[in-house]
């Protein structure tokens, strides 16, 4: 992982989809937010860089597994783990706001009032 983030920054871009400076963003976040820590074997970047190029690839777990020379149960364990705490960052970060009233763009075109009125009025 070292190499690639010392490396040319089209390098991780092309293995990771993401640049050097948000993927180290990527990482420090979930550790921040407890929601990785480092393994025995595997670090936050290794674990997070293995499903990245799953996920980015399409590339298989034993593919993966042979990369960074892990074996393929922790190759599994580590994508599970990421995929978990990558949803739950999800939360955190999608949420409906709290909006009382309706939207300007269905109000605007009042054609269409009548077809929402049900859903979004009390």
Known sequence: ????????????????????HVFVNFCRTLKEMNLLQDGKKVTVEEGVAMFLLIIGHNTRHR????????SLYTCSKWFKRVLRAVCTLGTHIIRPYEHNGVHPRILHNLKWFPYFKVYILP
């Not at 992982?1 to 050097?20: A, T, W, Y």
């Not at 593919?63 to 892990?70: E, G, L, P, S, V």
Request: one cysteine or more.
């Open 1 to 20: 992982i070292q190499e690639i983030l010392d490396g040319h920054p089209q390098v991780c871009f092309d293995n990771f989809r993401m640049s050097k």
């Open 63 to 70: 593919i993966c597994a042979d990369r960074f020379q892990h």
